[in-house]
């Protein structure tokens, strides 16, 4: 099945600084979820990016599925952004198993 | 904005007992999934159901696990005789597309 790599592995920022996150997968995709997961284990959407780049607030995305990795950029962040952040692809299908990297642990001191 | 509903929130158990999670999936999607996450790691598929059929399950989803889509509404992961190993978050996604995430249900197996 796909492998999915992200990096770094652990972040740790001040207040008000900026991050990119990136996810490799190692077979080509038709999408891509970015997921936060919160200190009380709540998975939160964060983007459906299959390609391309969006943005939502102080967060955006980008996905280059020819060169197979996407990026997770967050500018001026926050303590609340603590968490840790997941990509998952999913494997076969549109509707398939999606597939979970290791995640990438944020930590954003005040 | 719909979103998934798991119950319970947290079930405590001891080995070998039956358990029965919950999930209420968002009411015009048609794939429904179970994921897990044992502390730490990263989140596992364990099995996808459309149609009212498995579509897809993972080497987790051995004889011990069933699911079940009772009525219009519900979706159901059973786990017949429980292990310690089984002690995890589960998570109920539906999607038509893009998956969403319930809360997750922490069972714990004593």
């Known amino acids: 099945g796909i492998q999915v790599e992200q990096s770094p592995p652990d972040l740790i920022l001040q207040e008000g600084a900026n991050s990119t996150l990136r996810c490799n997968f190692s077979?080509?995709?038709?999408?891509l979820q970015w997921f936060h997961q919160n200190p009380w284990g709540q998975l939160i959407n964060l983007f459906y990016?299959?390609?391309g780049t969006k943005q939502n607030g102080r967060l955006s995305a980008t996905t280059v599925a020819t060169e197979r990795y996407s990026l997770l950029y967050i500018s001026s962040s926050q303590t609340t952004d603590s968490g840790v952040y997941f990509c998952?692809?999913?494997?076969?299908?549109?509707?398939?198993?999606?597939?979970f990297g290791q995640g990438t642990i944020l930590t954003v001191h005040p | 904005e719909p979103e998934v509903t798991q119950t319970p929130s947290h079930q405590v158990t001891q080995m070998g007992q039956e358990v029965i999670l919950r999930c209420v999936p968002i009411?015009?999607?048609?794939?429904f999934y179970w994921y897990r996450q044992i502390l730490g790691q990263k989140v596992e598929f364990l099995v996808s159901?459309?149609?009212?059929?498995?579509?897809?399950k993972s080497e987790i989803f051995d004889d011990q696990f069933s699911v079940e889509r009772p009525d219009g509404s519900n979706f159901t992961l059973k786990i017949r005789s429980t292990k310690l190993e089984d002690s995890a978050m589960y998570f109920c996604?539906?999607?038509?597309?893009?998956?969403?995430f319930g809360p997750g249900t922490r069972l714990t197996v004593l």
């Open positions: 077979d080509s995709v038709n999408n």
């Open positions: 990016i299959p390609s």
């Open positions: 996604a539906s999607g038509v597309g893009w998956q969403f």
């Open positions: 159901f459309y149609n009212n059929e498995i579509s897809e």
């Open positions: 009411s015009n999607h048609l794939y």
């Open positions: 998952a692809p999913p494997g076969g299908t549109s509707y398939g198993k999606l597939t």
